[in-house]
């Protein structure tokens, strides 16, 4: 997977996190092999690049 495919990867789970309303450990839960570390992390990444806020914890 390429870095971009991975970005855009994260950018799809990240809006669906979002969408989700729920807790970072609720979403992850519900969606095994993802930790909420990983979560957060790319979280991170995209406001640090975009300016957008994470969303609820």
């Known amino acids: ?3 971009a495919e991975r970005e ?3 950018e ?3 809006a ?3 969408m989700s309303g729920q807790s ?3 979403w992850c839960a519900a969606h095994e092999g993802i930790s ?4 957060w992390y790319w979280l991170r ?4 690049r975009n300016g ?3 969303g609820k914890s």
């Open 24 to 26: 970072v450990r609720e």
């Open 36 to 39: 909420p570390r990983q979560l």
């Open 12 to 14: 799809t789970r990240i």
């Open 45 to 48: 990444k995209f406001k640090d």
């Open 1 to 3: 997977m390429t870095k």
């Open 52 to 54: 957008v806020t994470p």
């Open 16 to 18: 669906e996190y979002k």
């Open 8 to 10: 855009a990867l994260w």
